[in-house]
Protein backbone atom coordinates (compact mmCIF):
# COMPACT_ATOMS: atom_id res chain seq x y z
CA UNK A 1 0.00 0.00 0.00
CA UNK A 2 1.23 3.75 -0.81
CA UNK A 3 1.80 5.96 1.57
CA UNK A 4 -0.73 8.35 0.32
CA UNK A 5 -3.09 5.37 1.01
CA UNK A 6 -1.68 4.46 4.65
CA UNK A 7 -2.54 8.44 5.13
CA UNK A 8 -6.23 8.35 4.05
CA UNK A 9 -6.72 5.12 5.96
CA UNK A 10 -5.09 6.96 8.91
CA UNK A 11 -7.21 9.69 9.12
CA UNK A 12 -10.49 8.01 8.23
CA UNK A 13 -10.06 5.47 11.07
CA UNK A 14 -9.63 8.79 13.92
CA UNK A 15 -11.26 11.72 13.40
CA UNK A 16 -9.38 15.39 13.84
CA UNK A 17 -5.89 13.84 14.42
CA UNK A 18 -2.85 15.86 14.41
CA UNK A 19 0.64 15.33 12.17
CA UNK A 20 2.59 14.16 15.06
CA UNK A 21 -0.45 11.13 15.45
CA UNK A 22 -0.85 10.46 11.98
CA UNK A 23 3.43 10.06 11.54
CA UNK A 24 2.96 7.19 14.58
CA UNK A 25 0.04 5.30 12.92
CA UNK A 26 1.44 5.49 9.41
CA UNK A 27 4.99 4.15 10.69
CA UNK A 28 2.47 1.75 12.62
CA UNK A 29 0.95 0.43 10.11
CA UNK A 30 3.81 0.22 7.63
CA UNK A 31 6.52 -2.49 7.08
CA UNK A 32 8.66 0.68 5.28
CA UNK A 33 9.44 3.46 7.82
CA UNK A 34 8.89 7.00 6.77
CA UNK A 35 10.33 10.48 7.85
CA UNK A 36 7.98 13.29 9.25
CA UNK A 37 8.85 15.33 6.49
CA UNK A 38 7.78 12.91 3.97
CA UNK A 39 4.67 12.38 5.46
CA UNK A 40 3.63 15.95 5.87
CA UNK A 41 4.68 16.29 2.08
CA UNK A 42 2.23 13.52 1.42
CA UNK A 43 -0.41 15.22 3.52
CA UNK A 44 -0.11 18.28 1.90
CA UNK A 45 -0.51 16.94 -1.46
CA UNK A 46 -3.42 15.29 -0.56
CA UNK A 47 -4.52 18.66 0.77
CA UNK A 48 -3.65 19.68 -2.83
CA UNK A 49 -5.95 16.98 -4.66
CA UNK A 50 -9.14 18.23 -1.69
CA UNK A 51 -8.81 14.51 -0.50
CA UNK A 52 -8.19 15.44 2.77
CA UNK A 53 -8.81 19.21 4.41
CA UNK A 54 -6.95 20.63 7.70
CA UNK A 55 -8.67 22.26 10.82
CA UNK A 56 -6.00 25.64 10.94
CA UNK A 57 -7.84 26.21 14.31
CA UNK A 58 -6.68 22.91 16.12
CA UNK A 59 -4.10 21.70 12.87
CA UNK A 60 -6.24 18.37 13.16
CA UNK A 61 -6.93 16.65 9.53
CA UNK A 62 -10.12 15.10 8.05
CA UNK A 63 -11.42 13.41 4.93
CA UNK A 64 -12.89 15.88 3.00
CA UNK A 65 -16.70 14.73 2.81
CA UNK A 66 -17.17 15.89 -0.95
CA UNK A 67 -14.64 13.54 -2.39
CA UNK A 68 -16.09 10.64 0.06
CA UNK A 69 -19.42 11.75 -1.94
CA UNK A 70 -17.65 12.03 -5.10
CA UNK A 71 -16.42 8.55 -4.95
CA UNK A 72 -19.81 6.89 -3.42
CA UNK A 73 -21.52 8.53 -6.07
CA UNK A 74 -19.11 7.06 -9.01
CA UNK A 75 -18.75 3.53 -7.29
CA UNK A 76 -23.21 3.54 -6.85
CA UNK A 77 -23.14 4.00 -10.67
CA UNK A 78 -20.03 1.86 -11.58
CA UNK A 79 -21.45 -1.28 -10.06
CA UNK A 80 -25.34 0.09 -10.45
CA UNK A 81 -26.35 -0.28 -6.80
CA UNK A 82 -28.82 1.69 -4.89
CA UNK A 83 -27.02 2.39 -1.60
CA UNK A 84 -30.61 2.74 0.14
CA UNK A 85 -31.71 -0.67 -1.01
CA UNK A 86 -31.78 -2.73 1.95
CA UNK A 87 -30.19 -5.37 0.45
CA UNK A 88 -26.80 -4.25 0.06
CA UNK A 89 -24.04 -4.98 2.62
CA UNK A 90 -23.94 -1.68 3.14
CA UNK A 91 -20.32 -2.01 5.54
CA UNK A 92 -19.00 -3.60 2.61
CA UNK A 93 -20.08 -1.35 0.22
CA UNK A 94 -18.93 1.74 2.59
CA UNK A 95 -15.23 -0.22 3.23
CA UNK A 96 -14.93 0.09 -1.02
CA UNK A 97 -16.00 3.64 -1.01
CA UNK A 98 -13.28 4.47 2.14
CA UNK A 99 -10.63 2.73 0.26
CA UNK A 100 -11.00 2.03 -3.32
CA UNK A 101 -10.57 -1.58 -2.88
CA UNK A 102 -12.08 -4.21 -4.48
CA UNK A 103 -10.86 -8.05 -4.99
CA UNK A 104 -11.52 -10.21 -7.48
CA UNK A 105 -11.11 -14.22 -6.86
CA UNK A 106 -10.23 -14.96 -10.93
CA UNK A 107 -9.11 -13.04 -13.67
CA UNK A 108 -12.47 -13.68 -15.26
CA UNK A 109 -14.29 -11.67 -12.59
CA UNK A 110 -12.02 -8.85 -12.81
CA UNK A 111 -12.38 -9.14 -16.47
CA UNK A 112 -15.43 -9.01 -16.43
CA UNK A 113 -15.19 -5.71 -14.43
CA UNK A 114 -13.37 -3.97 -16.88
CA UNK A 115 -15.40 -4.54 -19.42
CA UNK A 116 -18.48 -3.10 -17.26
CA UNK A 117 -15.99 -0.21 -16.70
CA UNK A 118 -15.69 0.42 -20.23
CA UNK A 119 -18.69 0.05 -21.50
CA UNK A 120 -21.19 1.76 -18.59
CA UNK A 121 -19.58 4.29 -17.02
CA UNK A 122 -16.33 5.37 -18.99
CA UNK A 123 -17.97 4.99 -22.16
CA UNK A 124 -15.07 4.05 -23.68
CA UNK A 125 -16.67 3.50 -26.81
CA UNK A 126 -17.48 6.46 -28.10
CA UNK A 127 -15.91 8.47 -31.80
CA UNK A 128 -17.12 11.70 -30.64
CA UNK A 129 -13.27 12.88 -30.03
CA UNK A 130 -10.12 11.23 -29.86
CA UNK A 131 -9.48 9.03 -26.51
CA UNK A 132 -6.53 7.38 -25.14
CA UNK A 133 -5.78 4.45 -22.94
CA UNK A 134 -2.37 3.42 -21.48
CA UNK A 135 -1.81 0.26 -19.82
CA UNK A 136 0.96 -0.19 -17.78
CA UNK A 137 2.20 -4.14 -16.77
CA UNK A 138 5.13 -5.98 -16.01
CA UNK A 139 4.50 -8.54 -18.71
CA UNK A 140 2.39 -9.17 -21.69
CA UNK A 141 1.27 -12.02 -20.36
CA UNK A 142 -2.49 -11.26 -21.26
CA UNK A 143 -1.49 -10.89 -25.18
CA UNK A 144 0.12 -14.23 -25.47
CA UNK A 145 -2.42 -15.88 -23.44
CA UNK A 146 -5.50 -14.66 -25.29
CA UNK A 147 -4.58 -13.08 -28.46
CA UNK A 148 -7.89 -13.10 -30.09
CA UNK A 149 -9.27 -11.73 -27.55
CA UNK A 150 -6.90 -8.64 -28.03
CA UNK A 151 -6.42 -8.33 -31.04
CA UNK A 152 -10.24 -7.74 -31.67
CA UNK A 153 -10.18 -5.45 -28.60
CA UNK A 154 -7.63 -3.43 -30.17
CA UNK A 155 -8.89 -2.98 -33.29
CA UNK A 156 -12.88 -2.00 -31.46
CA UNK A 157 -10.13 0.75 -30.00
CA UNK A 158 -9.25 2.04 -33.48
CA UNK A 159 -12.76 1.89 -35.10
CA UNK A 160 -13.91 4.29 -32.61
CA UNK A 161 -10.45 6.63 -32.50
CA UNK A 162 -8.79 5.38 -29.60
CA UNK A 163 -4.80 4.83 -28.87
CA UNK A 164 -3.86 2.34 -27.06
CA UNK A 165 -0.68 2.15 -25.90
CA UNK A 166 1.00 -0.48 -23.96
CA UNK A 167 3.82 -0.11 -21.64
CA UNK A 168 5.63 -3.34 -20.21
CA UNK A 169 8.49 -3.66 -17.37
CA UNK A 170 10.15 -7.16 -18.85
CA UNK A 171 11.36 -7.22 -22.07
CA UNK A 172 11.43 -11.04 -22.31
CA UNK A 173 11.62 -13.46 -25.75
CA UNK A 174 7.79 -13.83 -24.91
CA UNK A 175 7.41 -9.82 -24.16
CA UNK A 176 8.85 -9.27 -27.65
CA UNK A 177 6.59 -11.89 -29.80
CA UNK A 178 3.81 -9.66 -27.96
CA UNK A 179 5.17 -6.94 -29.07
CA UNK A 180 5.48 -8.15 -32.59
CA UNK A 181 1.90 -9.50 -32.89
CA UNK A 182 0.61 -6.28 -31.83
CA UNK A 183 2.45 -4.42 -34.15
CA UNK A 184 0.99 -5.83 -37.42
CA UNK A 185 -2.04 -4.01 -36.09
CA UNK A 186 -0.61 -0.99 -35.46
CA UNK A 187 -0.75 -1.12 -31.89
CA UNK A 188 2.59 -0.22 -30.19
CA UNK A 189 4.13 -1.80 -27.07
CA UNK A 190 6.85 -0.27 -25.34
CA UNK A 191 9.19 -3.09 -23.52
CA UNK A 192 11.53 -2.74 -20.78
CA UNK A 193 10.07 0.76 -19.07
CA UNK A 194 11.44 0.86 -15.56
CA UNK A 195 8.44 2.53 -13.57
CA UNK A 196 8.83 0.82 -10.29
CA UNK A 197 6.95 2.98 -8.77
CA UNK A 198 3.88 2.47 -10.38
CA UNK A 199 1.53 -0.38 -9.87
CA UNK A 200 0.15 -2.60 -12.78
CA UNK A 201 -2.83 -0.39 -14.29
CA UNK A 202 -5.44 0.97 -17.15
CA UNK A 203 -5.32 4.66 -17.44
CA UNK A 204 -8.46 6.04 -18.81
CA UNK A 205 -9.29 9.58 -19.95
CA UNK A 206 -10.89 10.11 -16.19
CA UNK A 207 -10.35 7.05 -14.16
CA UNK A 208 -7.19 4.95 -13.10
CA UNK A 209 -7.78 1.44 -12.70
CA UNK A 210 -4.67 0.23 -10.44
CA UNK A 211 -4.26 -3.17 -10.24
CA UNK A 212 -2.31 -5.52 -7.80
CA UNK A 213 -1.75 -9.23 -8.28
CA UNK A 214 -0.92 -11.33 -5.32
CA UNK A 215 2.37 -13.57 -4.97
CA UNK A 216 1.06 -16.57 -6.10
CA UNK A 217 -0.05 -15.06 -9.58
CA UNK A 218 2.81 -12.84 -9.63
CA UNK A 219 5.14 -15.83 -9.31
CA UNK A 220 3.80 -18.04 -11.73
CA UNK A 221 3.99 -15.46 -14.39
CA UNK A 222 7.59 -14.34 -13.32
CA UNK A 223 8.83 -17.60 -14.16
CA UNK A 224 7.15 -18.11 -17.56
CA UNK A 225 8.44 -15.31 -19.27
CA UNK A 226 12.00 -15.05 -16.95
CA UNK A 227 12.54 -18.85 -17.91
CA UNK A 228 10.73 -18.87 -21.51
CA UNK A 229 13.74 -18.61 -23.76
CA UNK A 230 12.15 -18.43 -27.26
CA UNK A 231 8.29 -18.52 -28.26
CA UNK A 232 8.58 -21.87 -29.82
CA UNK A 233 9.32 -23.12 -26.14
CA UNK A 234 6.14 -21.50 -24.80
CA UNK A 235 3.82 -23.69 -23.06
CA UNK A 236 0.56 -21.82 -23.48
CA UNK A 237 -1.40 -25.21 -21.98
CA UNK A 238 0.49 -25.40 -18.63
CA UNK A 239 0.53 -21.73 -18.18
CA UNK A 240 -3.23 -21.90 -18.24
CA UNK A 241 -3.39 -24.83 -15.91
CA UNK A 242 -1.09 -23.46 -13.18
CA UNK A 243 -3.22 -20.11 -13.17
CA UNK A 244 -6.51 -22.42 -13.00
CA UNK A 245 -4.84 -24.70 -10.55
CA UNK A 246 -3.90 -21.80 -8.36
CA UNK A 247 -6.08 -19.80 -5.78
CA UNK A 248 -5.23 -16.59 -6.29
CA UNK A 249 -6.38 -12.38 -6.08
CA UNK A 250 -6.52 -9.37 -7.91
CA UNK A 251 -6.65 -6.77 -6.03
CA UNK A 252 -7.74 -3.25 -7.64
CA UNK A 253 -7.62 0.75 -6.61
CA UNK A 254 -9.84 3.02 -8.61
CA UNK A 255 -9.05 7.04 -8.79
CA UNK A 256 -11.02 9.12 -10.09
CA UNK A 257 -8.62 12.31 -10.36
CA UNK A 258 -7.96 14.12 -13.90
CA UNK A 259 -4.64 15.63 -11.92
CA UNK A 260 -3.50 12.58 -10.95
CA UNK A 261 -4.21 11.07 -14.47
CA UNK A 262 -1.96 14.25 -15.63
CA UNK A 263 0.71 13.78 -13.82
CA UNK A 264 0.88 9.74 -14.23
CA UNK A 265 0.94 10.42 -18.00
CA UNK A 266 3.51 13.13 -18.14
CA UNK A 267 6.00 10.67 -15.64
CA UNK A 268 5.46 7.58 -18.64
CA UNK A 269 6.49 9.34 -20.98
CA UNK A 270 9.55 10.81 -19.51
CA UNK A 271 10.37 7.42 -18.51
CA UNK A 272 10.00 6.55 -21.71
CA UNK A 273 12.15 9.27 -23.65
CA UNK A 274 14.84 8.53 -20.90
CA UNK A 275 14.74 4.94 -22.01
CA UNK A 276 14.59 5.60 -26.12
CA UNK A 277 17.77 8.31 -25.41
CA UNK A 278 19.51 5.44 -23.60
CA UNK A 279 18.98 2.48 -26.23
CA UNK A 280 20.29 5.38 -28.91
CA UNK A 281 23.39 5.72 -27.10
CA UNK A 282 24.05 2.70 -26.30
Known amino acids: MSLKKIIITVISNNKN ?14 TKKYSYSTIYKNIQKLIDEEIILKNNTNSSYIINSEWIKEKHNFYSKLFNINITNTNIDTNKHEDIIQNNFIKFESAKKFNEFITKIESEHNLVFSKEKKGEIITVQDHCVDYLFNQAK ?12 IEWKIICRGNTPLDKKAKELFSKINVDITLGINISELASMIIYEDVIVEIFYDKSYSKIVKDTFEKTKSFNEFNLVDLHNKLDNTKYSI ?10 IKNIKNKIESKIKRNQLARFLD
Open 17 to 30: IGLKEISKLVNKES
Open 150 to 161: YISYAKKLQENN
Open 251 to 260: FVNLYKNKEL
